[in-house]
């Protein structure tokens, strides 16, 4: 299919040694086309905004990268808090890989996972960056195995490490397998390889989740062929996972996600979490309307997260950062970071889209847009919540690439609305296809000076699942937090809370508990000591957290990190169950 495309300035990337030569070099030469292109639509178009229509609850799927994190200060946590970080894709232990011009290898995943914590992530280990080059030098079916057995002892040895979201089998297996083992005779195929790898791997760990098969492209062939190999052999994947690296690949996300779920239907299997663990060209992942396109696709596919491509040096978020300090793209994910409550329906016309939020609790509705020029139009409908008036705060962004820091997104205009049936037309006049735009509308009276709630379904996740209810404080909580006893399979859930001075908190814990008994959580912040709190039973049952509890806790100003858990390292577990639905601090 032949896409009309807006104009895209491209900066031309170092070359990247995590890329196959074949598939490098088609995208780059895709991309210097797109520099000779004109605007196919220039103005005029709307975005149709719909808080009254819930897509999920914000979970920030799209901010995470690829190397994203390194060791030391590279990127400082102070850059990382804001972005709200979902899911890293890291190297494994051990590992000799040397991208894009590092004379050292870097980024250990078991070296960085504390700051990824601290930060609010997860990560997979990617174990063929075992490896010193691209293609893979593999040598030998013993000396993988052996490399194997060392990288899953070592994680399973990690013992105060909970962010190990699951293990990468090979990278890009469809364009590089035959290529990196054909020395071999003995290698065998792809299908072969991640059966006997999953083996080897169970062997010694038969907890943390395995994801595959990290193609570098989607193909419903190829997937068809994993997929069943998988079912047949019983080495089914936790997590599907493939690469959108083409240009404007966003717009083939939602097809590829049906296709696979498809395949899923087919083969009678229940659907399990999509990671898209490689995102965005080499001349377009610099572009701030780009990451909000992909930002958009990712949240109406469902995907689960999502990793920006390691075009750059490693630890830069991927080119969000240039000597630590934001890039003008830095800010469209800051925007991203910002939101909270529910993802809300957003209606592209043409190239321009966006993703929107609407926190109830905080009464505020955040749009990050972008993709065309000229002037064009923003409808939010659904405000009647919100008053008669509203105010609209609108942001720009620079055009800036990689190497050009923008130390604070645009002001452009505040503008106070009034609200028409529910709704408000806002112009944005003379856009930039490449630029990313923010509005914040918030009532303009009735605005908490400090919105204190944080919902338990925006939070950080692990091994707990998000749920819905009716009752529940913006319709979603967190149930299933029930394993403890071993760092793999620990529950818990890492509230990352923003306050504005350093001082005791009273921090209101809502939450369900059907047992008919008390049940206990652990409760931590900032990595330090834990302290237990106490749920009494709740006679509504469960999902629908009707209880509360207050807690005291000591925060520093700024960004906290606040845990409370069934189980996490230096607790001794938790007694019965509790379902958790939001915090609240004053």
Request: proline share 6%.
């Amino acid at each position: 299919m032949t896409h009309l495309r807006p104009p895209v300035r491209t900066e031309q990337p170092r070359s990247r040694s995590r890329r196959t030569a074949a598939v490098l070099a088609a995208v780059v030469a895709g991309t210097a086309v797109l520099g000779l292109g004109t605007p196919a639509f220039a103005a005029g178009n709307t975005l149709t905004v719909n808080v009254g229509t819930t897509v999920r609850p914000v979970t920030h799927v799209a901010a995470g990268g690829l190397y994203g994190v390194d060791t030391g200060s590279t990127p400082p946590l102070s850059q990382l808090y804001p972005l709200h970080v979902n899911t890293f894709t890291q190297p494994p232990p051990g590992t000799q890989q040397l991208g894009n011009g590092a004379t050292s290898p870097c980024c250990d995943g078991l070296q960085v996972a504390d700051k990824i914590t601290a930060a609010g992530g997860q990560q997979y280990l990617r174990l063929p960056d075992v490896f010193s080059t691209f293609p893979y030098n593999w040598v030998s079916w013993p000396d993988w195995e052996s490399k194997i057995r060392t990288m899953i002892t070592a994680r399973v040895n990690a013992t105060n490490t909970t962010n190990i979201a699951g293990y990468e089998i090979w990278n890009e297996p469809d364009a590089n397998w035959a290529e990196s083992t054909k020395n071999d005779p003995n290698a065998g195929t792809y299908l072969n390889a991640w059966t006997r790898t999953y083996r080897d791997i169970r062997a010694i760990d038969t907890l943390t989740p395995i994801i595959g098969p990290g193609a570098s492209a989607y193909s419903h062939d190829f997937m068809v062929g994993f997929m069943t190999n998988a079912k047949n052999t019983n080495t089914l994947p936790s997590v599907a996972v493939w690469h959108e690296l083409g240009d404007f690949s966003y717009q083939d996300v939602q097809a590829h996600v049906a296709d696979f779920r498809g395949i899923e239907d087919s083969l009678g299997l229940p659907h399990i979490p999509i990671s898209i663990n490689e995102y965005a060209s080499p001349g377009q992942v610099d572009q701030p309307s780009i990451g909000v396109h992909y930002m958009a696709a990712f949240e109406r596919a469902g995907i689960h997260d999502a990793e920006r491509a390691y075009w750059y040096e490693a630890g830069t978020m991927d080119g969000l950062l240039y000597d630590d300090q934001p890039t003008a793209s830095y800010w469209a994910y800051k925007w991203y970071g910002d939101q909270s409550g529910n993802v809300v329906q957003t209606v592209p016309q043409s190239y321009l889209d966006g993703v929107a939020s609407y926190d109830a609790s905080r009464k505020q509705v955040n749009v990050v847009f972008g993709g065309d020029s000229g002037t064009n139009t923003v409808r939010v409908n659904g405000l009647a919540g919100l008053g008669s008036q509203v105010s609209v705060r609108l942001s720009s962004t620079n055009t800036t690439g990689r190497k050009t820091n923008q130390a604070a997104p645009n002001l452009v205009s505040t503008t106070t609305y009034s609200v028409v049936n529910g709704s408000i037309s806002v112009p944005v006049s003379n856009m930039d296809a490449v630029a990313a735009y923010q509005l914040l509308i918030t009532p303009t009276t009735g605005v908490p000076t400090y919105q204190q709630t944080y919902e338990a379904e925006n939070a950080t996740v692990v091994n707990a699942s998000r749920l819905s209810s009716s009752t529940a404080s913006n319709g979603g909580y967190v149930g299933r937090i029930d394993n403890s006893g071993d760092v793999r399979t620990d529950s818990f859930v890492d509230f990352l809370v923003d306050v504005p001075t350093a001082r005791s908190y009273t921090m209101t814990v809502r939450y369900a508990n059907g047992t008919g008994a008390t049940a206990t959580q652990g409760l931590a912040y900032n990595g330090g000591a834990f302290s237990t709190v106490s749920y009494p039973p709740t006679t509504s049952g469960w999902g629908n957290p009707t209880g509360s509890v207050d807690v005291t806790v000591q925060l520093k100003a700024g960004y906290n990190v606040i845990r409370l858990a069934k189980g996490s390292p230096n607790f001794g577990g938790g007694t019965g169950y509790a379902e958790l639905d939001s915090i609240r601090l004053q």
